[in-house]
């Protein structure tokens, strides 16, 4: 399955049992981790 993925696409670590960014290695946040930095950013514009 992993031939059909584009080189980009996030890489699934069983290690940390999360997805790594794969040009940097870092480990991606969760969507509800993301969307509570998201929230907690003052900058960020609310859409609606």
Excluded: E, F
């Excluded at 059909?4 to 794969?22: E, F, G, I, K, V």
């Amino acid at each position: 399955m992993s031939a059909l993925l584009p080189s980009n696409a996030r890489q699934w670590d069983a290690n940390a049992d999360s997805y790594t960014d794969p040009t940097t290695g870092r480990l991606l946040p969760s969507l509800d981790d993301a969307l509570d930095l998201v929230d907690a950013d003052p900058d960020a514009q609310r859409w609606c």
